[in-house]
């Protein structure tokens, strides 16, 4: 399949926004309960915070990643990446693209390092991935994260990862 990265722009916050919502229903990567509108998707993609999109065949958002300081001030030198790949696109390279582009562009923003705060430890896909590029699992917080619905919780452990770049 021929993909390539983009910036984002509004003609691809529909793509985006479907592939957010889509995760969240899942319930299995993101903390977010609830789906989000367009003006919540704006909000979490402020203009001084690149976007870049995986773009395939009819110019369709197979996945995006948002690249943004991981904490403020003090602490605004390591980055922070949320990455969301649409069911059909997994499995297809989409999330290494997306993980290499977003090491370069931290590189080239002065980023020191790219710490990621909630990785659930059953999402082996990305663990894996993100290990593969360097990526340390550097603590765990058992039961961090809640599966299923808040009647019928399931409870499971959330990594911290590190990669200094």
Known sequence: MQVHLALFNEKYESGCL??????????LAFPQDEPFDTDALRKKFPPHEPVWCAIGPDD????????????????SHVANCGYCVTREARGQGIGRLLVAKSIEVAREAGYRGIQFNAVVATNHAAVALYQSFGFEI?????????QGTV???HYVDIYILYLAI
């Open 138 to 146: 550097i603590g765990t917080v058992p039961g961090g994260f809640r």
């Open 60 to 75: 369709q958002v197979l996945g995006f990643v948002h690249i943004h300081p991981n904490n403020e001030g003090r602490c």
């Open 18 to 27: 479907a592939i957010f919502n889509e995760i969240i229903e899942e319930g």
């Open 151 to 153: 009647e019928e919780p």
